[in-house]
Protein backbone atom coordinates (compact mmCIF):
# COMPACT_ATOMS: atom_id res chain seq x y z
CA UNK A 1 0.00 0.00 0.00
CA UNK A 2 0.99 3.81 -0.45
CA UNK A 3 -0.95 6.13 0.26
CA UNK A 4 -3.75 4.03 1.04
CA UNK A 5 -3.96 2.88 -2.29
CA UNK A 6 -2.62 -0.50 -4.07
CA UNK A 7 0.01 -0.95 -5.56
CA UNK A 8 0.53 -1.81 -9.20
CA UNK A 9 3.72 -2.59 -11.24
CA UNK A 10 4.56 -3.51 -14.63
CA UNK A 11 6.95 -3.33 -17.39
CA UNK A 12 7.82 -3.77 -20.61
CA UNK A 13 11.36 -4.17 -22.89
CA UNK A 14 12.62 -1.71 -25.17
CA UNK A 15 13.84 -4.30 -27.71
CA UNK A 16 12.59 -3.41 -31.14
CA UNK A 17 9.58 -1.37 -32.00
CA UNK A 18 6.12 -1.79 -29.71
CA UNK A 19 3.57 -3.73 -31.68
CA UNK A 20 -0.46 -3.70 -31.44
CA UNK A 21 0.18 -6.89 -29.18
CA UNK A 22 1.86 -4.90 -26.96
CA UNK A 23 -0.69 -2.02 -27.07
CA UNK A 24 -3.87 -4.06 -26.90
CA UNK A 25 -2.43 -6.71 -24.38
CA UNK A 26 -0.64 -4.09 -21.91
CA UNK A 27 -0.26 -0.71 -22.55
CA UNK A 28 -4.15 0.12 -22.77
CA UNK A 29 -4.96 -1.91 -19.90
CA UNK A 30 -2.57 0.31 -18.15
CA UNK A 31 -4.00 3.53 -18.44
CA UNK A 32 -7.31 2.14 -17.46
CA UNK A 33 -6.06 0.84 -14.38
CA UNK A 34 -3.89 3.73 -13.70
CA UNK A 35 -6.88 5.64 -11.65
CA UNK A 36 -7.28 2.57 -9.03
CA UNK A 37 -3.69 1.86 -7.96
CA UNK A 38 -0.63 3.61 -7.23
CA UNK A 39 1.52 2.46 -10.60
CA UNK A 40 5.15 1.84 -11.28
CA UNK A 41 5.29 1.68 -15.39
CA UNK A 42 9.07 0.69 -16.02
CA UNK A 43 11.01 0.34 -18.87
CA UNK A 44 13.11 -2.60 -18.28
CA UNK A 45 16.59 -2.17 -19.61
CA UNK A 46 18.29 -3.92 -17.57
CA UNK A 47 16.09 -6.65 -18.80
CA UNK A 48 17.09 -5.83 -22.23
CA UNK A 49 20.55 -6.55 -22.49
CA UNK A 50 20.24 -10.48 -22.21
CA UNK A 51 19.99 -9.93 -25.83
CA UNK A 52 22.80 -8.46 -27.82
CA UNK A 53 21.84 -5.05 -28.07
CA UNK A 54 23.39 -1.84 -29.35
CA UNK A 55 24.05 0.88 -27.23
CA UNK A 56 23.25 3.99 -29.06
CA UNK A 57 20.21 1.94 -30.33
CA UNK A 58 18.93 1.16 -27.16
CA UNK A 59 19.42 4.22 -25.79
CA UNK A 60 17.02 5.62 -28.28
CA UNK A 61 14.53 2.90 -28.00
CA UNK A 62 14.24 3.13 -24.07
CA UNK A 63 13.70 6.78 -24.28
CA UNK A 64 10.97 6.43 -26.90
CA UNK A 65 9.14 3.99 -24.85
CA UNK A 66 9.05 5.67 -22.18
CA UNK A 67 7.74 8.69 -23.95
CA UNK A 68 5.37 6.20 -25.60
CA UNK A 69 3.80 5.31 -22.05
CA UNK A 70 2.97 8.49 -21.73
CA UNK A 71 1.64 9.04 -25.30
CA UNK A 72 -0.79 6.23 -24.80
CA UNK A 73 -2.15 8.45 -21.79
CA UNK A 74 -0.22 7.23 -18.36
CA UNK A 75 -0.34 10.63 -16.78
CA UNK A 76 3.62 11.03 -15.62
CA UNK A 77 2.60 13.31 -12.62
CA UNK A 78 0.21 10.18 -11.50
CA UNK A 79 2.16 7.23 -12.26
CA UNK A 80 5.79 6.38 -11.47
CA UNK A 81 7.03 6.02 -15.26
CA UNK A 82 10.87 5.73 -14.98
CA UNK A 83 14.30 3.56 -16.25
CA UNK A 84 14.61 0.23 -14.70
CA UNK A 85 18.57 0.86 -14.70
CA UNK A 86 18.17 4.27 -12.89
CA UNK A 87 17.00 2.80 -9.68
CA UNK A 88 19.67 0.65 -8.77
CA UNK A 89 17.70 -1.83 -6.14
CA UNK A 90 16.37 -4.12 -8.85
CA UNK A 91 19.78 -5.46 -9.38
CA UNK A 92 20.48 -5.64 -5.76
CA UNK A 93 17.35 -7.23 -4.91
CA UNK A 94 17.56 -9.94 -7.84
CA UNK A 95 20.59 -10.79 -6.72
CA UNK A 96 19.62 -11.79 -2.93
CA UNK A 97 16.65 -13.30 -4.82
CA UNK A 98 18.87 -15.37 -7.20
CA UNK A 99 19.81 -17.21 -3.95
CA UNK A 100 16.23 -18.21 -3.20
CA UNK A 101 15.55 -19.48 -6.39
CA UNK A 102 16.10 -23.05 -8.05
CA UNK A 103 17.88 -23.90 -11.69
CA UNK A 104 14.85 -26.22 -12.16
CA UNK A 105 12.22 -23.66 -11.44
CA UNK A 106 14.34 -21.36 -13.88
CA UNK A 107 14.69 -24.77 -16.68
CA UNK A 108 11.16 -24.89 -17.08
CA UNK A 109 10.59 -21.19 -17.93
CA UNK A 110 9.08 -21.08 -21.93
CA UNK A 111 10.51 -17.92 -22.20
CA UNK A 112 13.77 -19.06 -21.45
CA UNK A 113 13.41 -22.26 -23.97
CA UNK A 114 12.03 -19.66 -26.75
CA UNK A 115 14.99 -17.34 -26.51
CA UNK A 116 17.49 -19.81 -26.06
CA UNK A 117 16.50 -21.33 -29.13
CA UNK A 118 16.51 -18.09 -31.13
CA UNK A 119 19.75 -17.05 -29.99
CA UNK A 120 22.26 -20.01 -29.94
CA UNK A 121 25.00 -18.50 -29.95
CA UNK A 122 24.29 -16.57 -26.47
CA UNK A 123 22.85 -18.12 -24.13
CA UNK A 124 23.82 -16.14 -21.37
CA UNK A 125 23.20 -16.59 -17.35
CA UNK A 126 20.99 -13.31 -17.18
CA UNK A 127 19.16 -14.64 -20.02
CA UNK A 128 18.44 -17.62 -17.45
CA UNK A 129 17.62 -15.88 -14.36
CA UNK A 130 15.52 -13.03 -15.94
CA UNK A 131 12.81 -14.61 -14.26
CA UNK A 132 14.54 -13.41 -10.90
CA UNK A 133 15.03 -10.08 -12.46
CA UNK A 134 11.24 -9.62 -12.88
CA UNK A 135 10.11 -10.73 -9.60
CA UNK A 136 12.60 -8.68 -8.19
CA UNK A 137 10.96 -5.69 -10.26
CA UNK A 138 7.55 -6.63 -8.68
CA UNK A 139 8.73 -7.44 -4.88
CA UNK A 140 10.97 -4.19 -4.63
CA UNK A 141 7.14 -1.71 -4.91
CA UNK A 142 5.43 -4.41 -2.57
CA UNK A 143 3.08 -4.74 -5.71
CA UNK A 144 -0.40 -5.75 -5.25
CA UNK A 145 -1.05 -6.43 -8.98
CA UNK A 146 1.28 -6.84 -12.37
CA UNK A 147 -0.83 -6.61 -15.33
CA UNK A 148 0.67 -8.22 -18.41
CA UNK A 149 -0.44 -10.41 -21.44
CA UNK A 150 -0.77 -14.37 -21.01
CA UNK A 151 2.91 -15.22 -22.32
CA UNK A 152 4.32 -13.93 -18.74
CA UNK A 153 2.00 -15.61 -16.81
CA UNK A 154 4.39 -18.28 -16.00
CA UNK A 155 7.01 -15.62 -14.64
CA UNK A 156 4.29 -13.84 -12.35
CA UNK A 157 3.55 -17.75 -10.91
CA UNK A 158 7.88 -17.95 -10.16
CA UNK A 159 7.35 -14.82 -8.53
CA UNK A 160 4.58 -15.75 -6.12
CA UNK A 161 6.59 -18.53 -5.45
CA UNK A 162 9.88 -16.96 -4.88
CA UNK A 163 8.15 -14.37 -2.64
CA UNK A 164 6.14 -17.05 -0.07
CA UNK A 165 9.62 -19.32 0.08
CA UNK A 166 11.23 -15.78 1.70
CA UNK A 167 8.43 -15.18 3.79
CA UNK A 168 8.06 -18.31 4.92
CA UNK A 169 11.58 -18.03 5.94
CA UNK A 170 12.05 -14.54 6.84
CA UNK A 171 8.18 -13.34 7.81
CA UNK A 172 5.70 -11.80 5.93
CA UNK A 173 8.41 -8.99 3.75
CA UNK A 174 6.45 -9.31 0.19
CA UNK A 175 3.22 -8.96 -0.49
CA UNK A 176 2.36 -11.30 -2.88
CA UNK A 177 1.21 -10.27 -6.46
CA UNK A 178 -2.26 -11.06 -8.53
CA UNK A 179 -1.28 -10.84 -12.44
CA UNK A 180 -4.27 -9.09 -13.83
CA UNK A 181 -4.80 -10.39 -17.38
CA UNK A 182 -7.39 -7.94 -19.36
CA UNK A 183 -10.31 -9.47 -21.16
CA UNK A 184 -9.63 -8.36 -24.80
CA UNK A 185 -6.32 -8.52 -26.46
CA UNK A 186 -4.93 -10.79 -23.86
CA UNK A 187 -2.95 -12.29 -26.79
CA UNK A 188 -2.72 -11.12 -30.01
CA UNK A 189 -1.29 -13.18 -32.76
CA UNK A 190 1.13 -12.98 -35.87
CA UNK A 191 -0.92 -11.89 -39.08
CA UNK A 192 1.16 -13.99 -40.56
CA UNK A 193 0.92 -17.02 -38.64
CA UNK A 194 -1.59 -17.20 -36.07
CA UNK A 195 -0.05 -20.05 -34.04
CA UNK A 196 2.54 -17.67 -32.90
CA UNK A 197 2.18 -14.29 -30.60
CA UNK A 198 2.38 -11.05 -32.31
CA UNK A 199 5.75 -10.13 -31.35
CA UNK A 200 8.33 -7.07 -32.04
CA UNK A 201 11.26 -9.22 -32.24
CA UNK A 202 9.79 -11.29 -35.67
CA UNK A 203 11.48 -10.60 -38.70
CA UNK A 204 8.82 -10.74 -41.07
CA UNK A 205 7.46 -6.98 -40.65
CA UNK A 206 3.89 -8.07 -42.12
CA UNK A 207 3.39 -10.68 -39.07
CA UNK A 208 2.83 -7.19 -36.71
CA UNK A 209 1.19 -3.92 -36.55
CA UNK A 210 3.89 -1.40 -35.35
CA UNK A 211 2.42 1.40 -33.23
CA UNK A 212 3.67 3.88 -35.45
CA UNK A 213 2.93 2.25 -38.71
CA UNK A 214 1.30 4.71 -40.68
CA UNK A 215 -2.67 3.74 -41.83
CA UNK A 216 -1.71 2.67 -45.15
CA UNK A 217 0.82 0.35 -44.21
CA UNK A 218 -1.95 -0.91 -41.61
CA UNK A 219 -4.62 -1.44 -44.01
CA UNK A 220 -2.00 -3.23 -46.45
CA UNK A 221 -0.54 -5.78 -43.52
CA UNK A 222 -4.39 -6.43 -42.35
CA UNK A 223 -5.29 -7.25 -46.23
CA UNK A 224 -2.61 -9.47 -46.22
CA UNK A 225 -3.40 -11.09 -42.69
CA UNK A 226 -3.42 -14.84 -43.07
CA UNK A 227 -6.97 -16.68 -42.55
CA UNK A 228 -8.18 -19.80 -44.15
CA UNK A 229 -10.93 -20.68 -46.57
CA UNK A 230 -14.39 -21.02 -45.11
CA UNK A 231 -14.62 -17.57 -45.68
CA UNK A 232 -16.87 -16.30 -42.96
CA UNK A 233 -16.55 -14.21 -40.13
CA UNK A 234 -17.10 -16.60 -36.92
CA UNK A 235 -15.16 -17.00 -34.00
CA UNK A 236 -14.72 -20.47 -34.01
CA UNK A 237 -11.45 -22.41 -33.25
CA UNK A 238 -10.38 -23.94 -36.62
CA UNK A 239 -10.64 -20.29 -37.78
CA UNK A 240 -7.25 -19.07 -35.88
CA UNK A 241 -6.63 -16.33 -37.87
CA UNK A 242 -10.08 -14.76 -38.28
CA UNK A 243 -10.19 -15.21 -34.38
CA UNK A 244 -7.51 -13.25 -33.91
CA UNK A 245 -8.63 -10.26 -36.37
CA UNK A 246 -11.83 -10.41 -33.85
CA UNK A 247 -10.26 -9.85 -31.02
CA UNK A 248 -8.44 -7.74 -32.87
CA UNK A 249 -11.58 -5.90 -34.04
CA UNK A 250 -13.02 -6.18 -30.51
CA UNK A 251 -10.06 -4.57 -28.41
CA UNK A 252 -10.35 -1.57 -30.61
CA UNK A 253 -13.97 -1.22 -30.38
CA UNK A 254 -15.03 -2.84 -27.24
CA UNK A 255 -17.46 -4.98 -29.35
CA UNK A 256 -18.14 -8.65 -28.44
CA UNK A 257 -17.72 -11.58 -30.53
CA UNK A 258 -20.74 -11.92 -31.01
CA UNK A 259 -22.01 -8.33 -31.91
CA UNK A 260 -19.04 -8.61 -34.39
CA UNK A 261 -20.34 -12.23 -35.87
CA UNK A 262 -23.72 -10.27 -36.53
CA UNK A 263 -22.32 -7.24 -38.08
CA UNK A 264 -20.54 -9.18 -40.72
CA UNK A 265 -23.09 -11.98 -41.48
CA UNK A 266 -23.02 -12.52 -44.80
CA UNK A 267 -19.89 -10.77 -45.87
CA UNK A 268 -16.65 -11.53 -47.10
CA UNK A 269 -13.33 -11.70 -45.17
CA UNK A 270 -12.13 -7.88 -47.68
CA UNK A 271 -14.60 -6.03 -45.70
CA UNK A 272 -13.84 -7.41 -42.46
CA UNK A 273 -10.11 -7.44 -43.09
CA UNK A 274 -10.54 -3.49 -44.05
CA UNK A 275 -13.17 -3.00 -41.02
CA UNK A 276 -10.55 -4.39 -38.75
CA UNK A 277 -7.86 -2.07 -40.57
CA UNK A 278 -9.54 0.97 -39.88
CA UNK A 279 -10.53 0.36 -36.21
CA UNK A 280 -6.61 -0.30 -35.57
CA UNK A 281 -5.44 2.76 -37.64
CA UNK A 282 -8.44 4.94 -34.80
CA UNK A 283 -7.17 3.92 -31.89
CA UNK A 284 -3.69 4.33 -32.91
CA UNK A 285 -3.79 7.91 -34.44
CA UNK A 286 -4.31 9.86 -31.40
CA UNK A 287 -1.46 8.06 -29.95
CA UNK A 288 0.94 8.72 -32.70
CA UNK A 289 0.08 12.70 -32.31
CA UNK A 290 0.49 12.72 -28.56
CA UNK A 291 4.29 11.13 -29.28
CA UNK A 292 5.54 13.35 -31.79
CA UNK A 293 4.44 16.06 -29.96
CA UNK A 294 6.25 14.94 -26.81
CA UNK A 295 9.26 14.06 -28.59
CA UNK A 296 9.39 17.64 -29.44
CA UNK A 297 9.60 18.56 -25.53
CA UNK A 298 12.78 17.36 -24.62
CA UNK A 299 13.30 19.42 -21.53
CA UNK A 300 9.71 18.22 -20.05
CA UNK A 301 10.44 14.77 -21.05
CA UNK A 302 13.96 14.82 -18.98
CA UNK A 303 12.49 16.62 -15.92
CA UNK A 304 9.69 13.35 -16.26
CA UNK A 305 12.69 11.06 -15.54
CA UNK A 306 14.83 13.05 -13.06
CA UNK A 307 11.30 12.80 -10.96
CA UNK A 308 9.84 9.82 -11.38
CA UNK A 309 13.41 7.80 -10.87
CA UNK A 310 14.04 9.58 -7.47
CA UNK A 311 10.76 8.80 -6.61
CA UNK A 312 10.85 5.03 -7.56
CA UNK A 313 14.51 4.97 -6.04
CA UNK A 314 12.50 6.63 -2.74
CA UNK A 315 10.02 3.26 -2.39
CA UNK A 316 12.65 0.99 -3.86
CA UNK A 317 15.10 1.17 -1.00
CA UNK A 318 12.22 1.32 1.50
CA UNK A 319 12.08 -2.63 0.22
CA UNK A 320 15.63 -3.30 -0.13
CA UNK A 321 16.56 -1.80 3.25
CA UNK A 322 14.29 -3.94 4.90
CA UNK A 323 15.30 -7.65 2.66
CA UNK A 324 19.02 -6.67 3.21
CA UNK A 325 18.24 -6.67 7.34
CA UNK A 326 16.41 -9.96 6.86
CA UNK A 327 18.97 -12.27 5.77
CA UNK A 328 22.02 -10.48 7.96
CA UNK A 329 23.48 -7.39 6.28
CA UNK A 330 25.35 -4.94 7.80
CA UNK A 331 23.38 -1.42 7.70
CA UNK A 332 24.13 0.63 4.91
CA UNK A 333 27.17 3.46 5.65
CA UNK A 334 24.77 6.57 4.27
P1 LIG B 1 9.98 -9.72 -27.62
O1 LIG B 1 9.52 -10.12 -28.97
O2 LIG B 1 11.15 -8.78 -27.63
O3 LIG B 1 10.11 -10.85 -26.67
P2 LIG B 1 7.32 -8.91 -26.98
O4 LIG B 1 6.71 -8.26 -28.15
O5 LIG B 1 6.91 -10.27 -26.65
O6 LIG B 1 8.88 -8.78 -27.05
P3 LIG B 1 7.48 -7.85 -24.30
O7 LIG B 1 8.38 -6.70 -24.07
O8 LIG B 1 7.97 -9.18 -23.88
O9 LIG B 1 7.02 -7.92 -25.80
O10 LIG B 1 6.08 -7.57 -23.63
C1 LIG B 1 5.59 -6.36 -23.14
C2 LIG B 1 4.17 -6.57 -22.69
O11 LIG B 1 3.33 -6.77 -23.81
C3 LIG B 1 3.96 -7.78 -21.78
O12 LIG B 1 3.02 -7.46 -20.77
C4 LIG B 1 3.41 -8.82 -22.69
O13 LIG B 1 2.60 -9.75 -22.01
C5 LIG B 1 2.59 -7.97 -23.65
N1 LIG B 1 2.52 -8.61 -24.96
C6 LIG B 1 3.55 -8.86 -25.79
N2 LIG B 1 3.12 -9.43 -26.93
C7 LIG B 1 1.79 -9.56 -26.80
C8 LIG B 1 0.76 -10.07 -27.65
N3 LIG B 1 1.04 -10.58 -28.84
N4 LIG B 1 -0.52 -10.04 -27.22
C9 LIG B 1 -0.82 -9.51 -26.01
N5 LIG B 1 0.09 -9.01 -25.17
C10 LIG B 1 1.38 -9.02 -25.55
N1 LIG C 1 9.30 -9.92 -18.76
C1 LIG C 1 8.37 -8.97 -19.25
C2 LIG C 1 8.78 -7.55 -19.03
C3 LIG C 1 8.92 -7.29 -17.58
C4 LIG C 1 7.85 -7.15 -16.65
C5 LIG C 1 8.47 -6.95 -15.39
C6 LIG C 1 6.46 -7.19 -16.76
C7 LIG C 1 10.07 -7.20 -16.89
N2 LIG C 1 9.81 -6.98 -15.58
C8 LIG C 1 7.72 -6.81 -14.25
C9 LIG C 1 5.71 -7.04 -15.60
C10 LIG C 1 6.34 -6.86 -14.36
C11 LIG C 1 8.21 -9.25 -20.72
O1 LIG C 1 9.06 -9.83 -21.32
N3 LIG C 1 7.14 -8.84 -21.26
Redo the contacts with the bound molecule.
Sequence with gaps: MIDGNKVLF????A??T??L??Y????KNWVTLSDEYQCFYSVVDLHSIT?RQDPAELRKRARNLLTLYIAAGLDPEKNCIYYQSQVSGHAELSWILNCFTYMGELNRMT?YKD?AAKHADNINAGLFTYPVLMAADILLYQSDVV??????LQHLEITRDIAQRFNAIYGDVFTIPEPYIGKA?????SLQDPSK??????ENANASIYLMDDPDTIIRKFKRAVTDSEACVRYREEQPGICNLIDIYCACTGKTPEEVEKEFDGKGYGDFKLAVGEAVVDVLKPVQERFADLCKDKAYIDGIIKTNAEKANYYATKTLRKVQKKVGFPERIR
Excluded: E, H, R
Excluded at 10 to 13: D, T, V
Excluded at 147 to 152: L, S
Design positions: SGMQTGLTGNLGALVQKPVGKDQGAKIMKMSKSD
